[in-house]
């Protein structure tokens, strides 16, 4: 799938509680500034729920739609299957990839993992990319683990895995090409863009960023 390994590059995710202002009005303005895939993940003290959160939702896919930006759900499969999203993400604490994997058919599926044995057991479950966090300490995930820099992503190309692979957890402009020099195909951010100042200028620098380190796989 080397097609999503290009969708993954810069991979915007957020949901209502993520932004100082209309999150259409963010989303626009990432995809302006070069946002290649983006994970609509509605979580949190005060997230939408029922209706609301379905017409967010639906607010935000078609925004994507129109410009050709992939749409995956997190972890909320019945939302994806109801808005025919391009995927899913899921974490260790959701369904079983492989049961998520079965309702899904042939949509995106990305599962987060946090070692050599989860990402083993999320490849033989059909997982198409992995997240891999937290690369750095975040304040966006309030029960984010420790971070680990970039050992595991190491690890799995040392050993020869391929699968499409992004970092998550406090990736700012400033060290996204860590990131990427240590064997990711891209970079997956909430704070980054949706608290910066301009959205647009800060989806623009990552973009450059990730595109100006030379990818062997
Ligand atoms: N998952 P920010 S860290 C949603 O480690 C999420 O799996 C993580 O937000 C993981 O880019 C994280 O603002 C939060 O640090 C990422």
């Given at each position: 799938m080397n097609h999503l390994r290009e969708m993954l590059k810069v991979y915007f995710i957020m949901g209502s509680t993520n932004c100082f202002k209309d999150p259409r009005e963010v989303l626009a303005e990432s995809i302006d500034g070069g946002i290649t895939m983006f994970q609509f993940r509605e979580k949190g003290d005060g997230a939408l729920t029922g209706v609301e959160k379905f017409n967010l939702a639906k607010d935000?896919?078609?925004?994507?739609?129109?410009n050709q930006i992939p749409f995956i759900v997190n972890d909320d499969i019945?939302?994806?299957?109801?808005l025919d999203a391009d995927g899913v993400h899921i974490g260790q604490e959701d369904e079983p990839a492989s049961v998520v994997r079965e309702k899904i058919g042939n949509k995106i599926l990305g599962v987060s993992v946090h070692s050599m044995e989860e990402a083993l057991a999320a490849l033989k479950d059909g997982a198409d990319y992995f997240g891999i966090g937290p690369v750095f300490?975040?304040?966006?995930k309030k029960d984010?683990?420790?971070?680990?820099?970039?050992t595991l992503i190491e690890e799995l190309r040392r050993k020869g895995y391929s699968t499409p692979i992004v970092g998550i957890g406090g990736i700012t402009t400033e060290n996204a090409s860590t990131v990427m020099a240590a064997g990711a195909n891209g970079i997956s951010v909430i704070s980054a863009i949706s608290h910066a100042s301009s959205p647009y200028e800060a989806a623009k620098i990552l973009r450059k960023r990730v595109e100006s380190v030379e990818k062997v796989i």
């Open positions: 935000l896919q078609s925004l994507c739609r129109k019945e939302l994806a299957l109801a300490p975040t304040k966006t984010a683990k420790p971070s680990r820099g970039t």
